[in-house]
């Protein structure tokens, strides 16, 4: 491609936008910021030749690229040291902790209570059942390999696990 000028900065513009908003949305996975950083990676070109009209830029796309790609790394690198705080750290001591409130605490103990005790009711591969899926988080095709059954059996019996307990929570309610 031939030297970049102030005249076909425009036609660049509208040829290559597009695809670097798409380059950078992939790089960062952030549609803003991406379109941000396209912007700037144009404006970074435009200062360029301003700045500098007797070293006119040879490889246009290259440029491009090349300025995008080192823009989107400077803003990564921006978000580590800086992340963004959700809250300001002055208000945390006034955010109220629910966990802590004594009746909810109570309230979660007599639940848990409540689920123990429907578990006993369930038959021993059914209440297995529930304990590999529910409580060690194995996957149906796991629990079905260790407990020597299908996976369509695993999936059976958990729904009669969660039926029951669902029932027994909403009888002592």
């Given at each position: 491609m031939k030297a970049t000028?102030?005249?076909n900065l425009v036609?660049?513009?509208q040829r290559h936008r597009?695809?670097?908003h798409i380059f950078l949305t992939r790089k960062l996975r952030d549609r803003e910021t991406a379109a941000d950083l396209t912007q700037e990676t144009f404006v970074r070109m435009a200062e360029q030749l301003q700045q500098r009209p007797e070293r006119p830029i040879t490889h246009s796309r290259s440029y491009l690229y090349r300025t995008a790609s080192n823009l989107a790394v400077d803003h990564v690198?921006?978000?580590?040291?800086n992340p963004n705080d959700v809250c300001d750290p002055n208000d945390l001591p006034e955010i109220r902790d629910d966990l802590q409130v004594p009746e909810r605490m109570i309230g979660g103990r007599q639940q848990?209570?409540?689920?123990?005790?429907a578990m006993t009711r369930l038959p021993?591969?059914?209440?297995e059942v529930f304990h590999l899926t529910r409580v060690q988080g194995l996957k149906y095709r796991e629990a079905a390999r260790q407990l020597g059954v299908s996976e369509s059996t695993v999936q059976k019996h958990l729904t009669a696990a969660l039926g029951t307990v669902m029932h027994h929570l909403g009888e002592e309610r």
């Open positions: 000028s102030t005249l036609d660049l513009f597009r695809e670097l690198r921006r978000q580590q040291r848990l209570d409540r689920v123990a005790e021993p591969i059914t209440r």
